[in-house]
């Protein structure tokens, strides 16, 4: 079982691998803001020590989600602060859901770099364009591209080309002394090729290069698809996160 410091350290590096557009801290907790893209940054991350009374942290929480016109979302795991916090949430009617696996590897072995993986330091036209393409939020774009130039932590951007035309496309961060997966995405008529597993050492790769000695990735519990190729690749569970989401919205002040 991993430790509290663990779990924190994970989420602080996948807090710098897709950071809010605007992050507010509030005793101890992480306040996201990024016009709704991704629960992940929009929500409440309780990461450290609390000290407020709770009811009047949760109050404080609902609004200002409200005042953006959002609901309020927190995102937990075993080692949020303060520990009862889940079960006060229970109580109050926020809803439990989204449960999601972030599973490691340890980089303790060489692997090769694959040929015909791109690898660039920013997403280009081409990268952002197969995301657009492939991507289910394609119509938050700029949202996402916006929120992929504020990170400051070493990261990368892989494509596979066919036909003069990128077909596949992935990202990845380093923080913590972990790289983190991201954003897979293959065009629907070039899968089952081997594209995911090139896509996935390729980044793998890059970290190394970085300095990275352990990698990690996010996967719901309810995608079957994708953990059959990240067991493939010897990724293991290592702890889990769900999200309490409020049942109802304050009104906007």
């Given at each position: 079982?991993?430790?509290?410091?663990?779990?924190?350290?994970?989420?602080?590096?996948?807090?710098?691998?897709?950071?809010?557009?605007?992050?507010?801290?509030?005793?101890?907790?992480?306040?996201?803001?990024?016009?709704?893209?991704?629960?992940?940054?929009?929500?409440?991350?309780?990461?450290?020590?609390?000290?407020?009374?709770?009811?009047?942290?949760?109050?404080?929480?609902?609004?200002?989600?409200?005042?953006?016109?959002?609901?309020?979302?927190?995102?937990?795991?075993?080692?949020?602060?303060?520990?009862?916090?889940?079960?006060?949430?229970?109580?109050?009617?926020?809803?439990?859901?989204?449960?999601?696996?972030?599973?490691?590897?340890?980089?303790?072995?060489?692997?090769?770099?694959?040929?015909?993986?791109?690898?660039?330091?920013?997403?280009?036209?081409?990268?952002?364009?197969?995301?657009?393409?492939?991507?289910?939020?394609?119509?938050?774009?700029?949202?996402?591209?916006?929120?992929?130039?504020?990170?400051?932590?070493?990261?990368?951007?892989?494509?596979?080309?066919?036909?003069?035309?990128?077909?596949?496309?992935?990202?990845?961060?380093?923080?913590?002394?972990?790289?983190?997966?991201?954003?897979?995405?293959?065009?629907?008529?070039?899968?089952?090729?081997?594209?995911?597993?090139?896509?996935?050492?390729?980044?793998?790769?890059?970290?190394?290069?970085?300095?990275?000695?352990?990698?990690?990735?996010?996967?719901?519990?309810?995608?079957?698809?994708?953990?059959?190729?990240?067991?493939?690749?010897?990724?293991?569970?290592?702890?889990?996160y769900w999200y309490r989401t409020a049942a109802t919205a304050l009104p906007a002040?």
């Amino acid at each position: 079982m991993p430790t509290a410091n663990e779990i924190t350290e994970l989420e602080e590096a996948a807090a710098d691998a897709l950071p809010a557009l605007q992050t507010q801290r509030f005793d101890g907790w992480l306040l996201g803001f990024s016009e709704g893209y991704t629960r992940r940054a929009n929500s409440v991350m309780p990461l450290y020590e609390s000290t407020l009374p709770l009811d009047e942290k949760v109050d404080y929480c609902r609004g200002e989600y409200a005042s953006v016109s959002q609901p309020c979302i927190f995102k937990l795991t075993e080692a949020s602060n303060p520990g009862d916090l889940d079960q006060h949430l229970a109580s109050l009617a926020f809803t439990r859901e989204a449960e999601t696996l972030v599973k490691t590897l340890p980089l303790d072995s060489p692997i090769d770099r694959p040929h015909g993986v791109d690898l660039l330091e920013t997403p280009d036209d081409e990268w952002m364009d197969v995301w657009e393409r492939l991507s289910p939020r394609s119509a938050l774009s700029p949202v996402f591209l916006a929120m992929l130039l504020n990170i400051s932590v070493p990261s990368v951007y892989a494509t596979i080309r066919q036909n003069d035309r990128c077909v596949a496309c992935a990202r990845a961060t380093v923080s913590n002394g972990f790289v983190g997966l991201f954003d897979l995405l293959v065009a629907p008529q070039y899968r089952r090729r081997g594209f995911g597993t090139d896509l996935a050492q390729a980044r793998l790769w890059w970290g190394i290069q970085q300095g990275a000695t352990n990698a990690y990735l996010q996967v719901m519990s309810a995608n079957s698809a994708a953990r059959s190729l990240q067991l493939h690749l010897g990724f293991r569970e290592f702890y889990r996160y769900w999200y309490r989401t409020a049942a109802t919205a304050l009104p906007a002040p």
